[in-house]
């Protein structure tokens, strides 16, 4: 059963929202199939300014109309939050922020190598919620500006093309599909080309200087860089430093 709600708030994804006005909040598609957890938090969400629609299960949510943000719960009923994530990931570059009951280090890493901005454990409060939100739109804001900070908004190198105002990357004129995530690390080493990042460095700057997950996340993410690149070794680890692009190699 649906929650009830009236059309000024939330609606179930797919179906006609309420008209909102031109300077519109953030729109925030909520991924919660438990009505008990869902109906609160869509009431906090939109206290705090949140236009928010719910989507009780998987399939809700990928016919869902596009949104500014997503918050993902992975115990959906008719199919796996992660594979949800993953197909979210491959048509868009929304923000997700998956909620889990699954603590472990181990789950944490995977959650964000398959495509997720950031996670919340369960329980978890609002303040913490709405805190990790804006957090991560401040940092798809900062890296969706349409130049880096030398002014340069496309960086060659090489075989390696970065385009800093589409978000796009290309080897050999061939595109290259990367997470967000996957992304803005690329962007960060190809700033500076053979300059050694510390990966408190990285961290800070691409997740959150408040992170206080696992940096093991960083490994996971360079390793899919070098899959995904395939460039020869190009991104090089320095022990005990951090990781530097050098596309003399």
């Known amino acids: 059963m649906e929650p009830s709600m009236s059309p000024k708030t939330a609606t179930t994804a797919g179906t006609t929202r309420s008209l909102v006005p031109s300077d519109a909040p953030t729109r925030l598609l909520v991924v919660e199939d438990d009505e008990t957890i869902a109906e609160p938090l869509i009431t906090g969400l939109q206290r705090e300014g949140f236009d928010v629609t719910w989507a009780p299960d ?44 699954r603590g472990e280090e181990l789950d944490r890493v995977l959650l964000l190598e398959m495509g997720a901005d950031d996670y919340v454990v369960k329980p978890f409060g609002l303040r913490e919620l709405v805190a990790r939100v804006r957090a991560v739109q401040r940092r798809v804001t900062q890296s969706c500006g349409d130049a880096s900070p030398t002014g340069v908004s496309l960086v060659t190198l090489g075989r ?18 990367l997470t967000p995530k996957e992304f803005d690390l690329l962007a960060l080493l190809a700033s500076d080309p053979g300059a050694v990042f510390s990966r408190d460095q990285i961290m800070e700057t691409v997740w959150d200087e408040h992170w206080w997950g696992s940096t093991k996340t960083l490994d996971v993410h360079i390793a899919g860089l070098r899959k995904k690149l395939d460039l020869s070794g190009w991104i090089t680890n320095i022990r005990g430093v951090g990781y530097r692009l050098d596309p003399t190699k």
Do not use: K, M, N
């Open 58 to 101: 998987a399939r809700t949510a990928l016919e869902a109309e596009p949104h500014d943000f997503v918050l993902l719960d992975l115990g959906l009923p008719d199919l796996d939050g992660a594979e949800v994530a993953r197909r979210i990931r491959a048509r868009s570059t929304v923000p997700i922020i998956v909620v889990t009951a």
């Open 160 to 177: 390696l093309e970065v385009d800093l105002r589409t978000r796009r990357v290309s080897v050999d004129s061939i595109e290259v599909d």
